[in-house]
């Protein structure tokens, strides 16, 4: 990489966001650590810019993470960064992963604090210089140097002395009133050069070659994959997870406490199902732990509770069952499958009930056809409003049952609709030449349920109120008055 891509690199990697830090500012850190990505994946090591968003997470740490991954780094700076280098040469894949490359980004910053000038120098004045680092990195020619492997204790009191070399030169100009603008501006691109190459180097040894192991404790390993699993189920990417879990948790035995922590972490993650499965492996090799039982437990309830609300009462049912099984002090799991099973035996009745109608129905549908055969329509008709009436009991909430009813009330209405016309056509003829021209009316209005047998006995009523009234009329015409005597 050219000196002039170098440098407008950094200019642009000031903008980033970084935390705190003991040496370099956070700007420079950040800098440094991401410009040593593209030189590594330039130089052909190993194609890390895909990642080097995870890589500046990792620069990004804040010091009390710093502290939490590295207990002993405050005293110890150059054992924790070899400790770091052993760990990650132990548990590297063949491909770079996400949190391997954050890992790689924290101890970048490590290495990059521990390669500033003026590290031991008075606070003040370091300070001091820092800050004016920040404000003055830009377009710097940086040039960086051939790879070396990294021993690492050799290497980084090489790599101090170099760093140290214009130290009092600095400090004096700060004291008397020069500051930056003397031997600290002169010396910039190299001091920053320097601590690119340190991060490259650092990198590469890890990466390509076997690190002279330090012993990695089977607690270091451990603590590894806590801190991957982490890292993954905060992403909520679970193809992530799956990508690497498995890898993940063959680098390590796994005891019941690491398990009950991941776990733990699916838990709170809304990753229910892999975290019961690291709860039940916790049961497996420690049966009596009430900790995990009553996780478990709560877990089945509040799925039992979520499946009630849907209206999937078996599904609650057994969620509550399993709760009470594996927990049986639980003060809510056997009540609530109590309640639940009293709510299953009420449903399986009303399916009982809908089914009994449906099946009614449908008989009563046939015996309407056949009374339609005989030519019986007014009791067909009544027959098939006491299926209409037994279909209409049905209810939606059996899915089932329910299409069923409404393909027959559908059937049912095309029926009487069908056999209404036919009783409204056959009213007229029924009553002869013109006779009772209101027959077809009455008929189609009020003759609902009435056969061919009932449309005839009503046409002889009729007749024979009408030949009574012409009786009548003519006894009146006929009779004779009497006479008076001449």
Known sequence: MSSRALSILVSVLLVLPAASSQAWGPATQQ???????????????????????????????????????????ATGPVRAVETEMCLLDTVRGDVVDPYFAYRLGVLGRLVAALTAPLLDADRNIRDHYYADVEKNMQQ??????????????????????????????IIKDYQDGVGFNGIAKATLAEDLSRSIDAVVDVWNTVLTQNVVH????????????????????K??????????????????????????????MFYEGGLYDRAITEYQEVLAAEPQRRDVVIRIAE????????????????????????????????????????????LIAERDARLE??????????????????????????????????????????????PTEFRAANAGLANITSKLSELKGELTQNAQVLSGVGFL??????????????????????????????????????????????????
């Open 437 to 486: 021209p209101d027959m077809q009316r009455l008929a189609a209005g009020t003759a609902r349920g009435l056969d061919e047998q009932g449309l005839r006995a009503i046409l002889a009523n009729q007749l024979n109120a009408q030949i009574n009234e012409l009786k009548a009329e003519y006894q009146n015409k006929l009779t004779i008055a009497p006479t008076t005597a001449q």
């Open 235 to 264: 992403r909520k990417n679970e193809a992530e997870i799956d990508a690497n879990f498995r890898r993940l948790s063959g680098l390590t035995k796994k005891t019941p406490d690491m398990a009950k922590r991941i776990g733990d």
């Open 299 to 342: 877990y089945y309830v509040r799925q039992g509770d979520e499946a009630l609300k849907l209206k999937r009462l078996q599904q609650a049912y057994d969620f509550y069952a399993k709760a009470a099984q594996t927990n049986p002090l639980h003060p809510d799991a056997e009540r609530k499958r109590l309640e639940t099973e009293a």
């Open 31 to 73: 800098a440094v650590v991401t410009t040593a990505v593209h030189v590594f994946s330039r130089e052909g090591i190993a194609q890390l810019s895909r990642l080097d968003r995870d890589i500046r997470d990792g620069a990004a740490v804040s010091t009390d993470m710093i502290a939490n991954l590295y207990p002993g780094y």
């Open 353 to 398: 009930a809908a089914r009994r109608s449906v099946e009614e129905a449908a008989q009563l549908q046939t015996t309407a056809e056949q009374q339609v055969l005989q030519h019986h329509l007014s009791e067909a008709m009544g027959t098939l409003k006491q299926a209409q009436a037994a279909y209409e009991t049905v209810p939606d909430e059996f």
């Open 214 to 233: 330090a012993n990695v404790s089977d607690e270091q390993v451990r603590r590894y994959v806590l801190g991957a699993i982490e890292f993954y189920v």
């Open 140 to 169: 710097l020619p940086l040039k960086t140097s051939q790879r070396r492997l990294v021993d690492p204790v050799p290497y980084f009191e090489r790599a101090r002395r170099l760093a140290d070399t214009r130290k009092d030169m």
